[in-house]
């Protein structure tokens, strides 16, 4: 699915400490429940998204400017469309970019791996930090 054919719900802007994830958190189930009142009854739907988008600002925080800088921060932008829910988180950068690991003795290295199996994910890259972005889709959406 296409931007053009999706409707920027909102964008919000965080400071990029771990304390905040609980936050964006509740913001983005709250501000898809004011837009789609019948995403409320659907816990599965909330799940997700909730983890989906703090496993990406939780690497906004921990592997980007967003999180080393004293007032870093990442932006969560949602965007609708008939059938999917896109969630974007911009961060500020870092010299490599996200990448799927898969070294069975790491501790780490899970985050991005849940993302690709539960959404299509990808990421686009501005002139300062990237966009990290997956979508999921949602039973009834609104037309653009
Ligand atoms: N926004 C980002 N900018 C730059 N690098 C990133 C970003 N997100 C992820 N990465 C890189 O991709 C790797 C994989 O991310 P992933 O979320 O799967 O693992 P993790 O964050 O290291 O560990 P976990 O999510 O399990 O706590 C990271 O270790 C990091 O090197
Ligand atoms: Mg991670």
């Known amino acids: 699915m296409t931007a053009a054919r999706m409707r920027l719900v909102d964008e919000m802007r965080f400071p990029g400490r771990p304390e905040i994830l609980r936050d964006v958190r509740t913001y983005v189930a709250r501000r898809l429940v004011m837009e789609l009142p019948e995403a409320a009854d659907d816990s599965r739907l909330l799940d997700d998204l909730r983890l989906l988008v703090a496993e990406l600002s939780a690497n906004a925080i921990k592997h980007t400017v967003s999180g080393r800088w004293r007032r870093g921060s990442f932006e969560v932008r949602m ?66």
């Open 79 to 144: 965007w609708l469309g008939a059938n999917h829910i896109r969630m974007e988180v911009r961060d500020q950068g870092w010299w490599s970019g996200p990448r799927i690991r898969n070294d069975p003795d790491e501790i780490g290295g899970r985050g991005l791996r849940l993302v690709a199996a539960m959404a299509t994910w990808g990421v686009s890259r501005r002139w300062f930090g990237r966009v990290v972005w997956f979508e999921i889709p949602i039973e009834k959406g609104c037309a653009a």
